[in-house]
């Protein structure tokens, strides 16, 4: 009897410690009622105030798009890069490639926290905020609109140092792209449907002015060949003084930059893409067979960015004990009190 004791004590110590070790989704299953009962209208709370802000600031969809991403590929949807530093942590968002994340986005998940505290206080977590609104951004621009599941927890940690390899650079081939998106578990094709992002928003001049200016060392004028010509010399122009001033910048799309469509897709063709890996794109022969695709048909281009967000907001999600659900979202609950 007492063997048997001992056994189902064994077993019950056991399963402890394989569920404290257990992967993110082991502990809990994200889902769309979660907030059902806890906090009925936090969908409703979310995309009222998002779409406020962005009919106030219409760089505001744009920005939180990129955010997002920036989250997520670092450690997983958890909210962690909208955590500020402090004496004692330099935070994801003081990473270099972080600092030009736009204001604009930050302040939209700070005002949803705010009336969701109100509402439902100490419910809805910042990483579930940032999530809907990227969603519901997308698609006031005329983007695709897909479920979203609900349930992450914020991340209890932020380190710049984690930054560094994580994310996609301005000046990458498609192979170092590809190699970024499939450590994460992300198909050539997923990658470049996340890549049609860039049909909103805009880039610093300091993150293509090698394709502008003294290209390969061919003189102060000289530009990258792949560009139309009169667009390189346009961009000559807008980023003229980039140089003494680093907040100067262009939208990725110049033919239609506020609205979310396959346009990115089609201007690549056209030598009216503004990064090199936006180009990097269309003259790699694994991505450019995705590339005439989503420029031909937007309604594949659609599907596929659809999907390929539903997986990448619950990539490396913390659940349970792994997170909590922070009174600010930019500081962790030990460190607002």
């Known amino acids: 009897m007492r063997t048997r004791s001992i056994l189902y004590i064994s077993i019950l110590i056991t399963l402890a410690i394989l569920s404290s070790s257990a992967p993110p989704f082991a502990s809990a299953k994200l889902t769309t009622a979660y907030y059902q009962r806890s906090c009925p209208r936090a969908e409703q709370i979310v995309s009222d105030v998002v779409t406020s802000k962005q009919i106030t600031n219409p760089t505001t969809a744009a920005g ?56 439902c206080p100490g419910i809805v977590s910042c990483a579930d905020i940032l999530a809907l609104a990227t969603r519901d951004l997308v698609s006031m621009l005329g983007g695709p609109f ?77 530009f990258d060949p792949a560009l139309n010509p009169k667009y390189a010399q346009a961009l000559q122009k807008a980023c003229a003084n980039f140089a003494k ?61 659809a999907k390929a967000m539903q997986k990448l907001s619950i990539y490396g999600v913390k659940t349970g004990r792994r997170g909590e659900v922070r009174r600010r979202c930019d500081a962790f609950n030990s460190m607002s009190t």
Not at 189 to 211: I, N, P, Y
């Open 245 to 305: 001033d680093a907040t100067i910048s262009t939208f990725n799309d110049i033919m239609t930059p506020g609205k979310f469509d396959n346009l990115y897709f089609q201007n690549l063709a056209k030598g009216l893409g503004l990064l090199a890996s936006d180009h990097a794109l269309l003259s790699d022969p694994r991505t450019k067979p995705f590339v005439d695709l989503y420029a031909a048909n937007q309604a594949a281009f659609f599907e596929d960015f």
């Open 146 to 222: 897909y479920t979203v599941r609900l349930g992450r927890k914020d991340a209890l940690s932020s380190r710049s140092a984690s930054v560094d390899g994580n994310l996609p650079r301005p000046n990458m081939t498609a192979t170092q792209m590809a190699t970024i998106f499939g450590s994460k578990g992300f198909s050539v094709r997923e990658m470049v449907a996340l890549s049609g992002a860039h049909t909103v928003g805009f880039s610093h001049c300091k993150e293509f002015a090698d394709r502008i200016y003294n290209y390969n060392n061919k003189g102060p004028n000289a």
């Open 64 to 119: 939180t798009l990129r955010l997002f991403f920036h989250d997520c590929f670092v450690g997983g949807c958890d909210a962690s890069v909208l955590v500020s530093t402090t004496a004692f942590n330099r935070a994801e968002r003081d990473a270099d490639i972080n600092l030009s994340l736009p204001g604009d986005a930050f302040d939209a998940v700070v005002r949803a926290k705010t009336a969701l505290e109100l509402q």
